[in-house]
């Protein structure tokens, strides 16, 4: 600014463009008013003004797409990994392979963009059999991390981990070896 009463033109060229295109999208042309070779005090306001709505009115859009977004079940699951421990809710000793030795092993989830507070289930197999039935609850938001665990009691072999919806349908599974 080379003058508080208005902007200088002839060094913020781009300040027109924006304007006009800003005035074009809104559908309001007013054509700004120029002395000399100065764009009018009330003009760059008016341009603030309009760059805020727009700025608002996207940042608005923008979060409506996203969390409209369908998600079959109304969540995404990012991370569903099988670890020794939960530290400061972070999975540590990932693998998918464990010591026989392994006292208990967990199950971390991370979803995503939960519509609405809802209950998931964690359904344990060794082989075939299925061994324990772990509900979680998912709270409405961005992000949510849980995770249950199992004692292994030494129980050597294949091993997996169904994560199902509150109407029994598979989201993801996980499988692990204990040897």
């Known amino acids: 600014m080379t003058d508080m009463q208005g902007l200088n033109f002839f060094e913020e060229p781009a300040f027109l463009t924006e304007m006009i295109f800003l005035y074009m999208i809104l559908g309001v042309w007013k054509p700004p008013v120029f002395t000399g070779k100065y ?91 299925e061994m324990l039935r772990t509900p979680l609850n998912l709270r409405q938001g961005f992000r949510w991390r849980t995770y249950a665990y199992k004692n292994l009691h030494g129980m050597k072999g294949e091993w997996r981990v169904d994560l199902l919806d509150s109407e029994g349908k598979l989201l993801k599974s996980v499988s692990f070896k204990v040897e």
Not at 53 to 78: K, Y
Request: aromatic content about 10%; overall charge negative.
């Open 39 to 129: 764009l009018v005090k009330e003009d760059y306001k008016m341009k603030g003004s309009l760059l805020v709505l727009v700025i608002l009115l996207s940042t608005v859009f923008t979060f409506s797409t996203v969390f409209a977004q369908d998600t079959g079940s109304g969540v995404r699951i990012e991370r569903m990994v099988i670890a020794t421990s939960v530290e400061n809710r972070e999975p540590q000793g990932v693998a998918e392979v464990f010591p026989a030795t392994t006292e208990k092993v967990y199950c971390f989830i991370e979803a995503r963009n939960i519509a609405q507070d809802s209950q998931v289930v964690l359904v344990w197999y060794h082989g075939n059999n």
